[in-house]
């Protein structure tokens, strides 16, 4: 949610601080590149120290940052500030999960895993409109003066609640791979950014963006050399968890952009307010609410693969359908159209972050909960920067940016991606992550032999 909420006080905030809500766009981009960077640490640091002290301790360093941004004074101060935020959040949401996978059975792990992608779903929806609230009849200072109360009883109750998980033996942590693996995710993640949320010259996000491709390769030769990388990409000759990385990435993508083209949709082309758009777009927040009730069980009857091939395929035609949408489209058919989406979208979210821990070994988790966290962040920026970069592409030829047209192209586009996640599924066998999802097939019924 806090990655979202300012998005709609930008105007208000920047006023106060003396800048332009263009520049303070910065902020944002803070955020996601502190995210990119720190994430990847976030497994040795959580096995050096022990997770629920990392966890807490991460609560604390996102209060810090959220006080910081409330007293801030100018742009600086603010971009800093937010930094010191993400830095809080990149080892609270991939520790906060390793957390769950270590002391959860396995049989219980996609009920866990519902109510944690819940909020994850929820939150970038509630954000705008919440900070729109708030800023309107209250001060955008409270955006981040409430996370302080928050954090404290989050604090107090992690250490009441959460079991004490015995810091593990770690190796020397591996620097250059820690460089580089920063280098490569922030300079995607900010060079994305600034194409897609333009606070610099474009030019500057696309020589950013390539400096991080650069350091990806460079990592991926080293992670082959060294004797502990940073992030062990070996877990990917693990079929089941390649798929649920590679299937989950690619869905992403094209989901990820839905969150910044419906709202632009409603308020530029059917002319609603910023809040009537942020309560018509938290309709899929509803569909998401009702998959807790049901991913258990639909898992146990189809199993893995059938489920993650279904709902890309599905998800990705209702994401197109929203192409349809026109300022005539009654109300009530667009909230049909996004609760169905948002079950669809959660039932594929819980059902591929289970995925990726269910046939790994426990002292592989925490590496397989950096690199899922890590992609998360990139597939999201590349997601955002493609809706934009559609739009983009639409003013180029068409002189209409915010036109029905192109809209209509951008969801056709990403829903295309969305449906392609199908694919790293489709050579899974009946069986995989059966220990989670409880459905097993008879090999001689239609089950490929178990990859080993």
Partial sequence: MDSTVIATSLPAIAADIGTSPIALKLALTAYLVSLAIFIPISAWVADRFGAKLVFRCAIAVFMVGSIACAVSGSLAEFVAARFVQGMGGAMMTPVARLVLVRSTAKRDLVSAMAWLTIPGLIGPLVGPPVGGFVTTFFSWHWIFLINVPIGIAGIVLSGRFLPDIAPAG???????????????????????????????????????????????????????????????????????????????????IGAGAVPFLLPLLFQLGFGLTPFQSGMLTFASAFGALGLKFFAS????????????????????????????????????????????????????????????????????????????????????????????????????????PTGQSAFSAAFVIVGTISALAMVPFLSLHANAGAAVSGHRVPLGDGGARPHG
């Fill in 297 to 400: 069980r639909i898992l146990r009857a189809a199993g893995f693969r059938t489920v993650l091939v279904a709902a890309a395929m599905l998800s990705g035609c209702l994401i197109a359908a929203n192409a349809l949408f026109t300022a005539q489209t009654s109300h009530m058919a667009i909230i049909a159209v996004l609760v169905s989406a948002g079950f669809l979208r959660s039932l594929f979210f819980t059902s591929s972050n289970a995925l990726v821990f269910a046939e790994i070994d426990e002292k592989e988790s925490s590496q397989a909960t950096a690199i899922s966290a890590a992609m998360q962040q990139i597939t999201m920026a590349i997601g955002v920067a493609v809706g934009g970069g559609i739009l983009e592409g639409s003013y180029y030829l068409t002189g209409e």
């Fill in 170 to 252: 770690v190796k020397p942590i591996d620097w250059p791979g820690f460089f580089l693996s920063a280098l490569a995710a922030s300079g995607i993640v900010f060079g994305l950014s600034v194409v897609s949320l333009p606070a610099l010259p474009p030019a500057v996000g696309l020589i950013v963006l390539l400096i991080g491709l650069g350091a990806s390769l460079l990592y991926a030769r080293h992670a082959r050399l060294a004797a502990n990388p940073i992030l062990d990409l070996t877990l990917f000759r693990n079929p089941v968890f390649r798929a649920a990385i590679t299937g989950g990435s690619i869905y992403r």
